[in-house]
């Protein structure tokens, strides 16, 4: 079945769609009153974040926007050291999306969230003329604890850079789907609730935290960089990036320090707290594969760069121009 405008009608079929397939996965109590707002506890301090997902295809190896939708609210709401609690969804659907990719979507929400312990308490949907589009908005919700405060500006000399695993497995397997480029790379898609609340429940003294999406790595550590006033330098041969996507780089000339991921995350922390992190990010949920990858050294002068494994040194900056378009 074809999603058509009476889906969009705000009548009875607008009622069924969301009955049956977001209610129905979604299953939440507060969001089975079907309220115009959703009244959920508080906390003393919130994080709030929102991000609109367009990413084609809408199924891919290691997920699908469902599963993006999720994760990428969640980790935003992570990286502030919130634990992520609530989260509403607006669908905007072109006419002629495919039903059964809908309720295949909405499980697969209903099945990451699950996993990441948020719940999914209100939502909407719109319908618009167009080609059988899915587009999704997520808003999510995290509770800060007392004491935490996790910035980009927070990075100081001597502290140590640590990345959770290998460079670039969402971006090849969106570029390797559309451009029928057959290979085994999966999208990383995940959750990162598991390490981030390992780190904290141990103590370790964490400054920064950022999920490694859009812009990639390089991206990520420039704006660390200026916005604490330090330099950051990394060692090539310490940062992961697995041989099939060290392939598809060299074939197609791509940088893996600019590439979208989507369940990677800098951690900076104290250099004293550095292998302890490293264990911890390691026994981790979707950390297994972390390295320490730098340091932050002589503050004041913002930059990134580079030892390359070949013993030079080059300023790595952020991306520019356009990247790769509808990644996530
Ligand atoms: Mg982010």
Avoid: W
């Amino acid at each position: 079945m074809k999603i058509t405008m009476a889906h969009g009608s705000g009548g009875q079929e607008t009622s069924r769609l969301i009955d049956e397939i977001f209610a129905r996965a979604f299953n939440d109590p507060v969001l089975s009153r079907m309220e115009d707002a959703a009244v959920v506890p508080g906390a003393g301090r919130l994080a709030l974040t929102t991000d609109s997902f367009v990413v084609d295809p809408l199924f891919f190896p290691g997920g699908d926007i469902g599963r993006l939708c999720i994760c990428g609210t969640v980790n935003d709401l992570l990286m502030s050291g919130a634990t992520p609690r609530y989260l509403t969804c607006g669908f905007i659907l072109e006419q002629g999306a495919d039903i059964e990719d809908l309720q295949k979507i909405a499980r697969s929400m209903a099945d990451t969230a699950h996993e990441a312990g948020i719940a999914i308490v209100a939502g909407d949907t719109k319908v618009v003329e167009g080609k059988g589009n899915v587009y999704i908005n997520t808003a999510g919700v995290g509770f800060v604890p007392d004491g935490i405060d996790i910035s980009a500006a927070n990075c100081r000399e001597g502290d140590a850079v640590l990345l959770s695993g290998n460079l670039g497995d969402h971006h090849a397997t969106i570029l390797s789907t559309r451009m029928n480029i057959k290979n085994d790379i999966k999208s990383d898609c995940a959750p990162l609730g598991d390490m981030v609340h390992n780190l904290l429940a141990a103590n370790i003294k964490v400054r920064s935290l950022r999920d490694v999406t859009r812009g990639g790595l390089a991206t990520v550590l420039n704006e660390f960089a200026r916005a604490s006033h330090c330099c950051i330098e990394l060692n090539e041969a310490d940062i992961p990036v697995s041989v099939e996507v060290q392939s598809l780089c060299a074939i197609l000339g791509l940088d893996p320090y600019t590439m979208g991921n989507e369940g990677k995350m800098i951690a900076v922390v104290a250099q004293e707290d550095a292998e302890s992190a490293l264990h911890i990010l390691r026994h981790s949920k979707y950390g297994e594969n972390a390295y320490i990858v730098g340091a932050v050294t002589h503050e004041k002068n913002a930059s990134v760069l580079l030892h390359t494994a070949l013993g030079g040194t080059r300023v790595l900056s952020g991306l520019t121009g356009e990247g790769l378009p509808r990644i996530c």
